[in-house]
């Protein structure tokens, strides 16, 4: 007879990952993480610079921890560490490379797609994220220098004339991180780095008091233009810039598309859900990045791991 799992999870990032062993620890067995990259978290592993410091108030965001996951400020490798540990540590099944297409409800069970194969579960959580598909400017890019059009730090080497877009966390670390081996500014819509959590709003303050990053604030972009294989920046209200490479950090989009094919509603750029995060259809539940408009943080995903594991335990009838 075909298995059938307990609890199926989309997406093995930390949302994913703190479902998965949450509901472990609450006593269920039969779990499947389902992730589509090589490995878990592919978010932190693509989007994190070496050695980023991991904080756990994220944009500024207090969080206490509810759950049983014990997780504390540290780097891109410790938190790595961190979630291969308690992966290891408790009995879920990790599957990669397996990227989830669709999730249909069937009389007793769902029955989760992916490429080629199915399988069925009692309940399942979509933890997918929203950096599947970073946001890109409105603006055309022209195809010539798409390749100096970054939405993480990969491509930077070094003596290189950067613009950083994006006036958050993500963009605030990028910038100064990269100042250390380049010449870097950036650009922001609003006059202050408001969004960022305190540390950061400090760091950006440091590194443009001591003229490491140049300040383009207040002002939008209009378009791109190719400057002989450089990126010519069109600004709104200051002259055209040229640089080597322009690197967006503006956060990242709904998965509409998958939302869509599995019936999940979706309002204001989020799956509607309720208090329990559970969505229109019963025994579907969404958590993580995915519940917030412009992103959450890893506290909160852990925090909704654990509210989900615990009205599954609450409310299971079997
Ligand atoms: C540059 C940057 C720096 C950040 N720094 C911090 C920080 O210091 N502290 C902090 O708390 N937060 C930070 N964040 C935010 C934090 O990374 C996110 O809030 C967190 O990763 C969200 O967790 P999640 O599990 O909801 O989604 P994600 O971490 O995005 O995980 C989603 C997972 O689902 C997988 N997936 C997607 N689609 C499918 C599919 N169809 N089938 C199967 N798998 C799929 C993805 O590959 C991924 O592994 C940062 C974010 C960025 C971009």
Redesign the pocket.
């Known amino acids: 007879m075909e298995k059938i799992y307990e609890l199926a999870i989309?997406?093995?990032?930390?949302?994913?990952i703190a479902t998965a062993v949450e509901s472990y620890l609450q006593g269920m067995r039969d779990i499947v993480l389902?992730?589509?990259?090589t490995n878990?978290?592919?978010?932190?592993r693509k989007?994190?610079k070496e050695n980023k410091r991991?904080?756990?108030e994220?944009k500024g965001q207090k969080v206490e921890l509810n759950g049983r996951i014990h997780f504390i400020d540290g780097t891109k490798e410790t938190t790595l560490d961190f979630f291969d540990e308690i992966l290891q540590e408790h009995l879920v099944e990790l599957q990669t490379q397996?990227?989830?297409q669709s999730i249909e409800k069937k009389e007793k069970y769902f029955e989760v797609h992916m490429a080629g194969k199915s399988i069925l579960a009692k309940y399942v959580v979509v933890?997918?994220?929203?950096?599947?598909k970073p946001n890109k400017p409105s603006y055309k890019i022209p195809p010539s220098i798409r390749k100096k059009i970054n939405y993480t730090t990969d491509k930077c080497s070094q003596d290189e004339k950067i613009l950083v877009v994006g006036g958050g966390?993500?963009a605030v670390?990028y910038a100064v991180d990269l100042s250390e081996k380049n010449d870097v500014a950036i650009c922001y819509r609003r006059e202050s780095f408001r969004r960022a959590n305190p540390t950061n709003q400090q760091n950006i303050a440091d590194a443009i008091a001591q003229q490491d990053v140049r300040p383009i604030l207040g002002i939008n972009i209009n378009g791109l233009e190719d400057d002989n294989g450089r990126v010519k920046v069109l600004f709104s209200e200051v002259e055209a810039q040229s640089f080597d490479r322009v690197i967006y950090a503006i956060g990242g989009t709904t998965p509409s598309t998958?939302l869509a094919s599995s019936g999940i509603e979706e309002r204001d750029g989020k799956p509607v859900h309720n208090e329990n995060y559970e969505t229109n259809i019963k025994g579907l539940f969404v958590a993580?990045?995915?519940t917030q408009e412009s992103?959450?943080?890893?506290?909160?995903?852990l925090n909704h791991g654990y509210d989900i594991a615990c009205y599954i335990k609450g409310n299971d009838e079997d």
Request: overall charge negative; proline content about 2%.
């Open positions: 989309v997406g093995a990032g930390p949302a994913g389902l992730e589509k990259d878990h978290n592919s978010t932190i989007y994190y991991v904080d756990l994220w397996v990227e989830v933890t997918i994220g929203r950096m599947g966390d993500s670390e998958f993580g990045d995915i992103g959450g943080s890893i506290a909160l995903g």
